[in-house]
């Protein structure tokens, strides 16, 4: 029953054990990862000056006030300037310099929504007037859209832009409480100028609808607050996520500014006051498909630390059913655990890779954009809708199942994935709430189903690449009712399954467009969106020819893992559609399903013993994850014990709350005792 | 596209309109949710006192630091006794006022944990020592089981309690790092004595396993650390939760007790050293299946506040798709909102009556035990497990879905659910790893098969009343392959199908112990525990004819979209069982669950009119929801303005971070811009 081991040093031999167990290149696979040793060495050479500069460290993180996060924000902020002067880094390097802090700063909204919108919609004149200024940051931006009653439903935003002729200005102007403009990031306290959406009203009246517009909030002398213009903080968010940033409220009241501060790059109003229309009105969408695009290689990176962590972490944690020498068993060695666990790292090895097929596919678009063609504009629309719920969804939920997979500790602060999850969070609601984006999925899909189906010949050619899975109701193919563990190891299988469910699926709500059920939009959504990844999946097996084999086969197992636990999400419609069917039919006492669950837990375990090697490959130092339950070297015991130790509480033995209540309650009680006493 | 309705005042109107619009006697339902009228104006009585108490004032909760969270906690904790003593409250009522806070204070742990721990196992010696003085609170407990190194694996657990005969005394001692007690609720700085589970080492080196010991942590003359005791706080917690309660850490050098001090009601230690084995060793199981069956009430109020806030939200919150007269939508009625909501309302009315069941089986188990009665015991044992898991996983999905249902706002502190998520979040781990408790559920299910099936014939007079539905396996039904909507709205089709479904997935589990896949353990558990709880509804529903008609038709139906929806959940066992199969055998187009979907579409829209009648039934009060967006009269927007005003940013006007940082960022653009002019 005693331990045969200390519980506390065998944290470190089980990491090295692991570290040494796994048979791929680290190296190789990171660089695979990092799409080239350049890269990663250019991330290397940033994280390495930014983790040892005393400015970002992150100890004391966790103790601080919002009010301190924000301010340390600022901080961190000013000192990445400094050092981009310092270290002579170009303005990408600034940004990844930026995006290596791990904080929701404020400085983000200015570099990822104000300036791309600025200079992509203000017209030639307003950007030479003030594109230096943002580009050297004299001026901070924001750019305000959502208003208080109003997010989703850009059309029916309240704040006003009334066109004066007489003095050639626009009047800015919050109508109402509800048309405060409210979430906006960098807002509260920080930015000086912002773009704000406010609909636009002509002399005679008439609504023009949404448009942007330049204005300065606050005077870059002091700072101060600009006439006529009520801006704040909205307040601490849900969990204490994004407390770095001060997501700000506005109110306008009769607010003018130049005519020419009108971002006229897709539509003006000419001096007298009459509305010129936008040649291409879809050409503006192109910011929202940026941070889209970039949402899934953020999130790939994201869940990439969520598993490096919860995998070390169940790495070196022993617990329960001893095993034969007194050892307890290392909790990733529980089915229930890796079974949690390495679907999430695949996911991270999928998103990373398809974040950068989606880079690429969006610069192409963005380069015909310039000249005027707005063919893949729809395309990339549908796909961006699609991928930007998918992982958010799946990065909120890994982040979370990460964390708890570590059990009690998990829950710490000191964990670390408590407070990935606090910032994330928001994905899920911003830049489209995704039970809204759904729907925008479900209608290209339909749209791309009738299209094939108007056609006097139905054919491939009709399809486009997101929705070439429609191919299977041209000619359907015939399903055996399960499959041999066999053929579920074949990646072709999968994806087959895969992209046949979204064309049943799409088949199926196609036919009942008058009389759907309340969360076909979700499935619907879902299961085209999987078939397009599928599809991606695909090209990434076959793109692993560049590495050596050992590391190729680990790898592609690391895909097929992602497409088989896919299947099983999906296994509702499989079976529903009769995809999959029940091994004797009539019968009720042979699960169907078993094969593909014996499948993905064979292929599980043949994964185990590389887990630490996948996840060293995504190359995170200590400081990177700032998670007690993650660090390299596997001493998770000390590495908590340390932390608490640093806890503001802990500074005095005995607390403030002692005099001012402990005391108090203990004393009452004490009274009624002796009370009682005396009565005796 | 002009609004044609004041966004604001709008939603005073919606809410009121809705109010009225419920068919529902709001006062009858809240007497059956409450038990009784009685209980509804005792509770009622209390919430009043506090709601209008200045201590217990919460506009700037959102705003404390940690520290100050805990400071205030041990405030609260003070005037609950000092209203105790002006109000003469009994102790159910003090009891019931600390849980109507709100606030996970560190007396939670003296009367949950603590306590009853010490009175039900502590020997009549040591309760007549100090139960007097805990019941008084002279003496503030903590109960310490779970160390740095171990916590689900109480066998495992290394600090020692060594019998040392000549002096009569035990010698508690933390041996390692690991074997600091860790997580510990009241021991950081509050607790003064503590019970510590500890290995007992006799004598002669032999380690008799854990047993409970009676420990000062603190003097009671200055609260000072006791010698040899190291104690301090673990730190922050995930999301920043837990915030209020001091979670601590404690290792003890050779600290000697009185051998008295040994909570020795089922084990005992002689003068000599000698063992006495407890009698009955389950015994003391008392105090955590006690823990467990109160949190599935708990819970089931939780995910009331839950339902209560994001129906009211969405019942007043109105975007896109313009109705005819030009108002927009409001959101309650988008399919993809009150499918997700109405569920969640359906779960609240459950556990709060599922609860009530369980508290009456545990008080006639507890009435055996103190007989020693232990027949009652497996049963309990097995049915909380399943329940603990299925309330708090569900629990706590529950509560983010309803967040984020709220789309945007329900990111922001002032909607209130995430405090609540992040408070509830740790229930998942704590009392019992679900995923490792899901182990025991499934283990009692198999023992009842084999039972079952062991017997020469095999009898339903064999099966427990949580094994019931093994009958199926005696006499096996035939099932249609798919059922109408008729069918369906007959509560008894969903029970029928949920035990169907659990029988076949036990079945299935037995035929192939040796070779399971890796996510079995979950779903046999829930799969089980959806059985028992199916039965319970009909319980539940029989019990609804004690409202009138019109209330019971509702309630009836609220039930009844339990049982679909998780009919739903279940969708892939009742396929791949061949329950429900596709409707043309072999056609891989035709939906089998459309049926289901359809059915439960249909049923939210009855209840959607009654969806505010049946939240308000829950009672609470806008003090004790503290939500914005869940505000009774339904003006959510001036509600966020004026929470957001309370923002300790918005104290000034120019942030501190403007001298320490901003000037500095735009100071350095500005003076790269100049240094660019003067070049030209």
Redesign the interface.
């Known amino acids: 029953?005693?331990?045969q081991y200390?519980?506390?040093e065998q944290t470190w031999i089980d990491m090295a054990r692991a570290r040494n167990g796994s048979s791929i290149s680290v190296e190789n696979v990171r660089d695979f990862l990092y799409h080239g040793r350049q890269e990663w060495l250019a991330r290397s050479r940033i994280v390495s000056i930014l983790e040892h500069d005393p400015v970002f460290d992150k100890s004391n993180r966790?103790?601080l006030?919002?009010?301190e996060r924000?301010?340390r924000g600022?901080?961190f902020?000013?000192h990445i300037?400094?050092l981009q002067?310092v270290h002579n880094w170009s303005e990408d390097e600034t940004k990844l310099a930026i995006s290596v802090l791990d904080e929701p700063l404020s400085?983000g909204l200015h570099n990822i929504a104000f300036q791309p919108v600025f200079m992509q919609q203000a017209g030639p004149v307003l950007v030479k007037k003030y594109g230096?200024?943002i580009a050297?940051?004299?001026?901070?931006g924001c750019y305000l859209q959502?208003e208080?009653?109003?997010?989703?439903?850009v059309?029916?935003l309240?704040t006003t832009a009334t066109f004066v002729p007489a003095t050639q200005e626009f009047e800015i102007h919050s109508p109402?409480?509800?048309s405060?403009k409210?979430?906006i990031g960098a807002l509260?306290?920080?930015a000086?100028h912002g773009v704000v959406q406010a609909k636009l009203v002509l002399p005679d009246g008439k609504?023009a609808?949404p448009h942007l517009f330049f204005v300065q909030l606050r005077s870059?002398d002091?700072?101060?607050?600009l006439p006529n213009i009520t801006i704040?903080?909205?307040?601490?968010?849900?969990?204490?996520?994004f407390a770095p940033t001060?997501n700000g409220?506005a109110r306008f009241n009769h607010v003018r500014i130049p005519k020419e501060n009108m971002l006229s790059g897709f539509a003006q109003v000419t001096d007298e006051g009459e509305y010129l229309k936008p040649p291409h009105a879809k050409l503006s969408y192109g910011g929202m498909l940026y941070i889209r695009a970039n949402m899934v290689t953020g999130g790939g990176w994201l869940i990439a630390k969520a598993a490096t962590v919860s995998i070390r972490y169940a790495t070196v944690r022993r617990?329960?059913e001893s095993t034969s020498n007194g050892f307890?068993k290392q909790i990733i060695n529980y089915?229930?655990?890796?079974?949690r666990l390495l679907p999430i790292l695949s996911r991270a090895y999928m998103f990373i890779q398809l974040g950068r097929t989606l880079t690429k596919a969006f610069n192409t678009m963005a380069e015909g954009l310039k000249k005027g063609d707005t063919s893949l504009l729809a395309e990339m629309h549908a796909t961006t809708s699609g991928l930007k719920i998918y992982v958010s969804t799946s990065g909120v939920q890994d982040l979370e199942t990460a964390?708890?997979?570590m059990?009690?500790h998990?829950?710490?602060?000191?964990?670390g994935?408590?407070?990935l999850?606090?910032d994330y969070?928001?994905s899920?609601?911003?830049e489209g709430?995704n039970?809204?984006l759904?729907q925008q999925v479900v209608r290209s899909a339909l749209k791309s189903y009738h299209q094939l189906f108007s056609a006097k010949t139905p054919s491939v050619a009709l399809l486009s690449p997101s929705s070439s899975y429609l191919r299977f109701l041209i000619s359907?193919p015939s399903?055996a009712p399960s499959l041999s563990a066999q053929e579920l190891r074949d990646p072709a299988t999968a994806i087959y399954l895969l992209e046949?469910r979204a064309a049943?699926?799409v088949?199926?709500h196609a036919q009942?467009a008058a009389?759907?059920?309340?969360?076909?939009?979700?499935r619907v959504s879902k299961a085209v969106t999987e078939a397009f990844i599928a599809m991606q999946v695909r090209g990434m097996i076959d793109g692993l020819i560049a590495l050596q084999e050992k590391d190729r086969v680990v790898v592609t197992k690391v895909f097929l893992l992602f497409l088989l636990t896919t299947i099983e999400g999906g296994?509702?419609d499989l079976?529903?559609?009769?995809?999959?069917?029940?091994l004797e039919?009539?019968?009720?006492?042979?699960?169907?399903?078993?094969a593909i669950?014996?499948t993905?837990?064979q292929l599980?375990e043949e994964l185990l013993p590389e887990a630490i090697g996948l996840t060293d490959a995504f190359g995170f130092t200590d400081w990177e994850l700032d998670s007690a339950l993650g660090v390299h070297n596997g001493k998770v015991?000390?590495a908590?014990?340390n932390?608490?130790?640093?806890?503001?509480?802990?500074k005095t033995?005995?607390?403030?709350?002692?005099e001012?209540?402990?005391?108090?309650?203990?004393g009452?009680?004490?009274a009624?005792?002796f009370a009682?006493q005396s009565k005796l």
Chains 1, 2 share one sequence.
């Not at 208080?148 to 439903?153: I, V």
């Not at 704040?232 to 996520?241: E, F, N, R, T, V």
């Not at 089915?335 to 079974?339: A, D, F, H, N, R």
Request: with cysteine; aromatic share 12%.
């Open positions: 029953m005693s331990p200390d519980v506390n966790d103790f006030s919002r009010t924000y301010e600022l901080a902020t000013n300037f400094e002067h400085i230096h200024l050297a940051r004299t001026i901070f959502t208080l009653g109003h997010g989703t439903n059309s029916r309240e109402t409480l509800t405060s409210w979430w509260g306290k920080t000086t609504d609808g870059l002091d700072h101060s607050v704040g903080d909205i307040g601490p968010k849900a969990l204490a996520g001060d409220f617990q329960g307890e089915p229930s655990v890796y079974y964390r708890r997979s059990g009690g998990g829950y710490s602060a000191f964990a994935l408590g407070r999850y606090a969070l928001p899920v609601t911003y709430d039970f809204v759904d359907r399903v046949l049943l699926i088949h199926e009942h009389d759907q059920d309340a969360s076909v939009n979700q296994l509702v079976l529903s559609f009769g995809i999959f069917r029940p039919p009539g019968s009720v006492a042979t699960d169907s399903t078993r669950r014996l993905i837990k599980c015991y000390e908590l014990w932390c608490a130790q640093r806890e503001p509480l802990n033995t005995i607390p403030a709350a002692y001012q209540s402990i005391k108090h309650i203990l009452r009680g004490k009624a005792v009682a």
